[in-house]
């Protein structure tokens, strides 16, 4: 008989997409539903972007160079210099998205059955990667009291066998917010070193940190054999469809071994390479414009948040999420019940239950993630909606 | 000690690439170098799949559907229908490249240590897919003396055993050329259904059949549980890094185990998506231009080929590959020797050693792969070179 395989079979469905059939019957009722469940933005991806492609004039679109076009390779260097950031062209590997680039790294660093710490709640589809590369992921429980902040090291120490190879780190992170602090990072540094540890640091939000100092694993010292920097255009120009992130590293080995499964894949998106390379030409404060909209959109949220009667939402530092904690039974029903059988105005709102971030059976079921990825405006009407659910939620509480 | 991942270690460099530094170095010493060794075709991108991308009013670049497009995916419906092959959008899965498409299918249907058999020589990157999946593959041989036919149906019975899950064919067939009958897809349908094995059909060269009838794995009765075609438009409108491909089952249950895959990396390229669906909408005669180019393309080729002495090279179906059989000792050695010691007034030419798309060790060693992607001028000039080089080869065998 025809199966599919144990991994086929064991591959997470994505926590953020599987409410989506509520929120199209929904829709087919006439209801407005805010989409807060996905990390897709409603920022305008930047003109000059789109121009680029246009202006080009290709007459044949090639495969380019496996490790992405050198162009602009060497134009993201001068990125990287703006923040703080020294590598050179060689040490950068263009991908088909971050996701790709997380990949790469698990197939170059990791062997099936070999496994890699990550600090919970943490961005889902680490999961899938996991799954596919056949790593087993790790959970370290941070705590919504403590705005999720770094586990102490030694929960890190207590569970780190012969088969740990790697943690991973998102900061500003996906899904709380969480900004990591220099201190946080010298620590993370010293357990890698100490441990032989590979450090892959998912700095996807870089651009959106609003209070407390930005800091790259780039900027730590003494990482830097350790250490596997993903990256990607999506959040940062709000380009989440052009598919193009990137993988940087200064360990020759690692980057040589990724660029064998580079090559086998041929080539990252051609137009989206030619849109990365016009994002480095942007105005010097065009991140000054996203970022204070995230920020005042992210303080709305939050005191709208806090002000409702059971609810706590730390104020994160940055990214635009955020995880909150709602006085319901299960957040899983309670995401289901809001799109099915709840509405307020002809509107209702999709969050993502944080049981799909936990690693640890149980954990995320009084939790929401919420992406502030819509303007304010709808927002406030969002929060309104959710409010009033909260009011009239069978599973409430207290 | 940090430590590369066996499968980073065993992982291969692509046989296609590998000789890229002696190219540079010939160019750098003012050498025209004619690039036979890549599926990189001269042909133009249709204009209309650029200018669908300059007419698009895009304000925000979003995550498309983790399948593609519905829209693409109606309008290849149509595309399939005029090619004989009746499938509806939600069999169809948009990928990124034909590369995606075959990963996700090893990814869903494979369990790391099951068994893959590919009549050989084939795709290099096969080989890479697999290790990547921890797969292993079985080659079957294919001989240049039958133009490099199906290999007898008993030899594949020889080497199924308990691990071996699918097969994969690619036709008409990178590298040889070869384009597979009815009757042998017929045997191929058998020996799945007889075995329970899954059959990936790589079909990239689909609209490039000279001689004889093309069929579609999708036109064989009784396989649609067991099949997974996967296709890409690269080679169809020349368009190799916009990185549009599609993976196309009947059987459910495959499609939602890739479906877990493919939102895990979220979606597809966008900008790629709207020149794919511009793409169905070609004059019916696109492909008429382009296939006769190929065409005259190939007899040149193989009319130069044979001309010299001691050159034994079959005349293909369909695709732009030949394999030739070279009076050489080692193939690696002379497409080195070609670029490094040869030129030829002031030319030389890079060919694809057919060691690297074998995997049998030992095979290919007097055999090349040659594509016949630059225009016949270029051809002629490249012929040229070859035809001198093995003049004057030292490692000549007869």
Known sequence: MLTISSRGIEMPASPIRKLVPFAETAKKKGIKVYHLNIGQPDVETPAALFDAVKNSHIKVLEYSHSAGNESYR???????KKVGIDVSYDQIMITTGGSEAIMFGFFACLNPGDEVIIPEPF?????????????????????IETGFALPAIEEFEKVITSKTKAIIICSPNNPTGYLYSKDEMNKLRDLCVKYDLYFFSDEAYREFCY????????????LDKHLILIDTISKRYSACGARLGALVTKNKEV????????QARLSPPGLAQIMGEAAI???????DGTKAEYLSRRDLLVKRLNEMPGVVCPKPGGAFYVIAKLPIDDSDKFCQWILESFTYKDQTVMLAPATGFYGTPGLGKHEVRIAYVLNKESLDLAMDCLAEALKVYPGRTN
Do not use: W
Not at 123 to 143: D, E, L, Q, R
Not at 255 to 262: L, R, T
Not at 281 to 287: E, H, I, K, N, V
């Open 211 to 222: 209070d407390g100092e930005y800091v790259s694993a780039m900027h730590v010292d003494g």
């Open 123 to 143: 961005y889902a589809n680490y999961n899938g990667f996991a799954c596919a590369a056949g790593v087993k992921v790790v959970p370290i429980t941070s705590y």
């Open 281 to 287: 030409d942007l105005p010097a404060d065009y991140f």
């Open 255 to 262: 980057y040589d071994a990724c660029m064998k499964f580079a």
């Open 74 to 80: 060497r134009k993201l260097v001068q990125y990287y």
